[in-house]
C-alpha cells in the first residue's frame, strides 16, 4: 500500500518514511513479538516519543491498535471557498495556482500556496517551515482542512493538506478520519500517520481466538483485523459502531477470563475458615428481632450462610436499597461466624455510621452474651493491644467479639485474635487498598461488602465481577409512602410552613444544606450560618446542628437527642446520608439540591420513610443547569435505586462515581461502562460456557 501523500503532497513524518523506505534494522526485532514489543522498536517513534505515548497508555505495538479514536471528523465532501467565514472549520479541494516561500525579517519564512475550487481563492500558510515548498506545486490538486482565520483574503494557517494523486489513498482528507486523544508534544497529524501504518502492517497480527465463540452464538460479529481496520480508517461512519462493539466484547471478554481465573487460583489456594455454626445464637436472634424476614432478605441471607460453609473464603458483595433490611442480614452472618468460634469485624467509613451500628449491634447481641466493641479514631472500648485482651474481648460465657470501626480498624496497631468474618459497609467509600488490609489481619476471613447506594448492572459485572452478588430488592411490609417533590426558592415561604404543620404532628425533619460555613459564593447555603433563620422558621420546635467538623462527643449528643425526640429538626450537610436511622423522621427538605450527585440525594431521601406514616422529600433548588435539573427531574419521578444508579453513570460517568480511591476500575479501550451492559453480560455468559481449563 503506497503511504498517501509521502511521495509527494506532504512532509515525510518519521515512522511512515521508515516503513515506506523499508528500514529493517529495528523491525527485525519487532517480528519477534510483532505486538508485545515496546513501541519505541518501531523505526521513527524513538525513546523521546514512546515517553509521551505511554501517557496515553500505548506502550506496545498492541496497544496502538488499542488505542480507539474518540471522535470522528468527516472530511468526503469539500465545502465551498465562498461558503466560509471566518471561524468556520472546513475542507476545500482545487488546484494550486500559486505557491512560494517569502523570506521574512529576522530570518523567518512563510510558505503559501493559493488554491482556485471555482467559487473562491483559498490561502494556506504555514510560517518557518520552508521545505514544504518541496511538497506542493502549482498545477497540484490539493485538499485543505483548517480553520478560516481571516475573510480578506481567505486564509487558513497551518491546515492539513494532502495531495490527490492517482491510485493513492489519503490518510487526513477525503475520508472519515479519526481524532485521537493527545498528550503534549503528540501532534494529531502524526499519531494519525503512525496509527495508519500500524493498521496495516499488525492488524492481522492480533489473535482473533474468539470468534469461533462468537460464531457459535450465532452472532455477526467482525474478524478482529477488520474491526481494527473499520475502527480507526472507516469506509463510512456507519462502520464505525459495529467494529467498535466488537472490540468491546473482546475486551470485556478477556476481562471476564481475568476475573475468572483470579477466582479459580483464590478457590484453589485458599482454604476457608469452617463458619458452618449450630443456631444457638441464631435461633434466639430471630425469635427475638421482631419482625420476619422479607423473601429478599432469606433469599441473602441463604446464599451468604452457603458461602461462608464453603470450602474456600467467601467474597460476597450484598446489594441493597436504601431500608431494605441489610443490616439484619449482616447480623446472622456475624452470628454465624461467632457461633463457629470466630470474631467479627465491621468496618464503616463513618463514626455516625460505626456508633449506629454499635447501638443497632449491641441491642442485639448483648442479650446474647456477645462483646460488641467500638472503635474509632475518636472511642475505643476495647483495649485491643492490652496483655489480657482475651479476656476483655470475650463474652462472660466465653464468646468472641463484634468490633464496630472505622478507617482506625485498618491501622497497624489496631489487631484482632482469630477473625472469621470482616463486613465493610458502604463499600465505595473504601479504597482496595484499605480493605486489603483489614483482610490481611486475618488468615483469609469470610468477607462480606455492603452497600446501600445500587451499583449499576455494569460495574457490577466488571469492577465488582470477582464478588458473588447477593440482591435485596424488596422493602419491608408497612412503610409508608415517600413523595419526593421540587421547589424553587420562592416557595420557601410554603414549604416551611409545611415542615412546621408536619412537627406540629408529632414528626421529625432533616434539613440539609450543602456546605458547613459559607464560602463568600454567595450561592450555596452552609449550616452555620442558616441556623438561625431555621430556628426562626420552625420555631417553637428545637433545632439540632450536625456536621463533620464537630466532635465525636458533640455529634453524639446531638443524634442521642434527635434520637430521643428533644430535637424535632436535624439540620446537618451530607454527612447524615448513611447511619441515621430514625423511623419517626418523615421531612427530608435539601436546599441547593442540583450540587448533589443522584446517589448521593437518593441516600438521603432513604433517611426518611423508615416508619408507618407518609414521608415528603423537597428538593429546592434555584438556578439550575440542564445536567442538574436532570438529576431533578429523575429524583422526583423515580423511587427506585438501581434505575437512579444507572441515571448517575450515565450523567458522572464510573471515574467520579466510584471515587479515586476504586484503583479497581478497568482501563477499556473501546467498551464502554456506561452503556455496554450487554456486552459485558454477553462476554460473561460467554466465558461462563466455556470447558474449565
Known amino acids: 500500500m503506497v503511504v498517501p501523500g509521502l511521495a509527494k503532497g506532504k512532509p515525510t513524518t518519521g515512522l511512515a518514511q521508515h516503513w515506506l523506505d523499508g528500514t529493517t534494522g529495528a523491525v527485525s526485532e519487532v517480528e519477534k513479538d510483532p505486538l508485545g514489543?515496546?513501541?519505541?522498536?518501531?523505526?521513527?517513534?524513538?525513546?523521546?516519543?514512546?515517553?509521551?505515548?505511554?501517557?496515553?497508555?500505548?506502550?506496545?505495538?498492541?496497544?496502538?491498535?488499542?488505542h480507539g479514536p474518540r471522535r470522528y471528523e468527516d472530511r468526503n465532501r469539500p465545502n465551498e471557498a465562498k461558503g466560509l467565514s471566518k471561524g468556520d472549520t472546513g475542507t476545500v479541494a482545487g488546484p494550486i495556482v500559486v505557491a512560494g516561500v517569502k523570506r521574512m525579517r529576522h530570518g523567518k519564512s512563510l510558505f503559501e500556496l493559493i488554491l482556485d475550487d471555482g467559487t473562491a481563492r483559498l490561502h494556506c500558510r504555514w510560517w518557518n517551515m520552508p521545505y514544504m515548498g518541496r511538497y506542493y506545486k502549482t498545477g497540484d490538486f490539493v485538499h485543505v482542512h483548517g480553520k478560516l482565520t481571516s475573510d480578506k483574503p481567505r486564509t487558513m494557517n497551518h491546515p492539513e493538506a494532502e495531495v490527490a494523486e492517482e491510485g493513492e489513498e489519503f490518510i487526513h482528507l477525503k475520508r472519515v478520519v479519526p481524532v485521537y486523544r493527545l498528550t503534549d508534544g503528540i501532534k494529531q497529524r502524526w499519531l494519525r500517520t503512525v496509527m495508519w501504518r500500524a493498521v496495516d502492517q499488525f492488524a492481522d497480527l492480533e489473535p482473533d481466538t474468539n470468534l469461533g465463540l462468537l460464531d457459535a452464538d450465532d452472532s455477526h460479529w467482525l474478524p478482529l483485523a477488520e474491526a481494527f481496520r473499520a475502527v480507526h480508517f472507516p469506509d463510512d461512519l456507519g462502520q464505525t459502531e459495529m467494529a467498535r462493539e466488537r472490540l468491546a466484547l473482546e475486551e470485556f471478554i478477556r476481562f471476564q477470563r481475568q476475573i475468572r481465573e483470579r477466582r479459580k487460583i483464590f478457590q484453589a489456594k485458599v482454604k476457608a475458615l469452617p463458619c458452618v455454626g449450630d443456631n444457638r445464637l441464631m435461633t434466639p436472634f430471630l425469635n427475638a428481632?421482631?419482625?420476619?424476614?422479607?423473601?429478599?432478605?432469606?433469599?441473602?441471607?441463604?446464599?451468604?450462610?452457603?458461602?461462608?460453609?464453603?470450602?474456600y473464603p467467601m467474597r460476597r458483595l450484598l446489594q441493597g436499597d436504601v431500608g431494605s433490611g441489610k443490616t439484619a442480614v449482616a447480623a446472622c452472618a456475624a452470628l454465624r461466624a461467632i457461633e463457629s468460634g470466630f470474631s467479627v469485624v465491621i468496618l464503616a467509613p463513618t463514626e455516625i455510621l460505626a456508633e449506629q451500628h454499635h447501638r443497632v449491634f449491641s441491642h442485639w447481641f448483648s442479650p446474647l452474651g456477645i462483646p460488641v466493641h467500638l472503635h474509632t479514631g475518636s472511642k475505643k472500648t476495647m483495649h485491643i493491644n492490652d496483655?489480657?485482651?482475651?479476656?476483655?474481648?470475650?463474652?462472660?460465657?466465653?464468646?468472641?467479639p463484634l468490633v464496630i470501626g472505622t478507617h482506625a480498624l485498618v491501622e497497624e496497631k489496631f489487631a484482632l485474635e482469630n477473625i472469621g468474618l470482616a463486613i465493610i459497609d458502604e463499600q465505595h467509600k473504601f479504597g482496595v487498598e484499605q480493605r486489603k488490609k483489614l483482610v490481611r489481619k486475618g488468615r483469609y476471613p469470610h468477607v462480606l461488602v455492603m452497600t446501600a447506594t445500587p451499583i449499576p448492572r455494569t460495574l457490577g459485572l466488571t469492577v465488582y465481577g470477582d464478588l458473588d452478588i447477593s440482591l435485596i430488592d424488596e422493602l419491608p411490609p408497612g412503610r409508608g409512602q415517600v413523595r419526593t417533590h421540587i421547589r424553587d426558592p420562592e416557595s420557601l415561604p410554603k414549604v416551611w410552613e409545611f415542615v412546621r404543620g408536619k412537627l406540629a404532628e408529632g414528626r421529625q425533619a432533616y434539613v440539609v444544606y450543602p456546605r458547613v460555613d459559607d464560602q463568600g459564593s454567595g450561592s450555596l447555603k452552609a449550616v452555620n450560618q442558616e441556623l438561625e433563620n431555621v430556628r426562626q422558621q420552625l420555631e417553637p420546635h428545637a433545632v439540632g446542628l450536625l456536621h463533620g467538623r464537630l466532635n465525636s462527643a458533640e455529634k453524639e449528643e446531638v443524634i442521642d437527642s434527635f434520637l430521643a425526640g428533644e430535637i424535632k429538626t436535624l439540620l446537618a450537610t451530607s454527612v447524615i446520608e448513611v447511619g441515621i436511622d430514625i423511623p419517626n423522621a418523615t421531612i427530608m427538605l435539601i436546599e441547593n439540591a442540583d450540587r448533589f450527585g443522584l446517589a448521593q440525594l437518593h441516600q438521603l431521601r432513604g433517611r426518611i420513610g423508615r416508619g408507618a406514616h407518609e414521608s415528603h422529600c423537597i428538593l429546592v433548588a434555584g438556578e439550575v443547569t440542564d445536567e442538574g435539573q436532570r438529576r431533578l427531574d429523575v429524583m422526583e419521578k423515580g423511587g427506585d435505586g438501581f434505575a437512579l444508579a444507572e441515571e448517575d453513570l450515565r450523567q458522572r460517568g464510573p471515574g467520579e462515581l466510584l471515587g479515586q480511591a476504586q484503583s479497581g476500575l478497568p482501563d477499556f479501550n473501546f467498551g464502554d461502562l456506561i452503556k455496554d451492559w450487554r456486552l459485558i453480560q454477553k462476554a460473561r455468559d460467554l466465558v461462563a460456557l466455556e470447558p474449565a481449563g
Open 289 to 311: 428481632l421482631g419482625f420476619t424476614f422479607t423473601g429478599a432478605q432469606q433469599r441473602a441471607w441463604d446464599e451468604i450462610a452457603y458461602g461462608m460453609a464453603g470450602s
Open 37 to 66: 514489543q515496546p513501541v519505541a522498536a518501531l523505526p521513527g517513534i524513538g525513546g523521546e516519543r514512546a515517553a509521551r505515548l505511554a501517557k496515553l497508555g500505548i506502550r506496545t505495538v498492541g496497544d496502538l491498535l488499542w
Open 387 to 400: 496483655p489480657d485482651q482475651a479476656e476483655l474481648g470475650m463474652g462472660s460465657n466465653s464468646l468472641p
